[in-house]
């Protein structure tokens, strides 16, 4: 069981819809980081959270540590929001990242 | 700063080869990852530096794989003799200070193809 899921692995929606992305993790966590990987293939950091809620224009993110579960939600969507969005948890015995398999958007028009 | 700069953007060789890929980190960064991303897989930590030292190297595949990081603003990651199941995406990702859970930055990878 990979110890750190995201649900779902795919998602379409329409330009302007709310969207909601889960990150489940087994392991104890510090924190968790949400990336932003496009088409052309660059990682971008989103957020990186301990606790509560961070906002950035329209993406929030929240994490709650006692369920080990965050989500990624964006607001009023757009297709330049399409891309691949992957939740990576710092824990383990090195604290190093574990990586989600990663959350395919897609925004139509 | 021009954040984390890799270089080949692209690498296409032969089986058997050697490999040699390079990860410039952000100046002032103290850690650097070294990661692997196929579609199988999804994205691997392979190694990561703390001070120019390797701290966990648990996710380097085998012997044929070897990372070195002679001073804070260069990394090399190896692979010799390289093999088609290399191919994939190899990512280098520097932060302030790993221990304290700080933001990574990643470079735009290179993307290796093994024939």
């Known amino acids: 069981k990979n110890e750190v899921e995201q649900s779902p692995q795919n998602l379409t929606a329409q330009e302007g819809e709310f969207i909601t992305i889960n990150c489940s993790y087994s392991?104890?966590?510090?924190?968790l980081h949400w990336l932003q990987q496009h088409p052309g293939g660059g990682i971008v950091s989103l957020f990186m959270l301990s606790s509560g809620k961070k906002k950035h224009g329209r993406l929030i993110a929240t994490i709650n540590i006692q369920e080990k579960h965050s989500s990624l939600h964006i607001t009023a969507s757009h297709p330049r929001d399409s891309a691949v969005y992957i939740c990576a948890a710092y824990g383990g015995s090195q604290g190093n990242l574990i990586f989600g398999k990663g959350t395919k958007l897609s925004v139509k028009p | 700063d021009a954040g984390v700069i890799q270089s080949p953007r692209h690498e296409v060789t032969e089986m058997g080869q050697e490999v040699t890929l390079r990860c410039k980190p952000i100046s002032g960064h103290n850690s650097l990852f070294w990661y692997r991303q196929t579609m199988m897989r999804g994205l691997e930590l392979l190694i990561y530096?703390?001070?120019?030292?390797?701290?966990?190297d648990s996710g380097m595949p085998e012997d044929r794989f070897s990372a070195k990081m002679p001073n804070a603003s260069f990394s090399t990651l190896k692979i010799q003799p390289s093999e088609p199941r290399d191919s994939a995406v190899y990512f280098c990702?520097?932060?302030?200070?790993?221990?304290?859970?700080?933001?990574?930055?990643f470079g735009p990878g290179t993307r290796l193809t093994v024939l």
């Open positions: 530096f703390n001070n120019n030292v390797p701290i966990d």
């Open positions: 990702a520097s932060s302030v200070d790993r221990r304290t859970y700080n933001e990574q930055f």
């Open positions: 392991v104890g966590i510090s924190a």
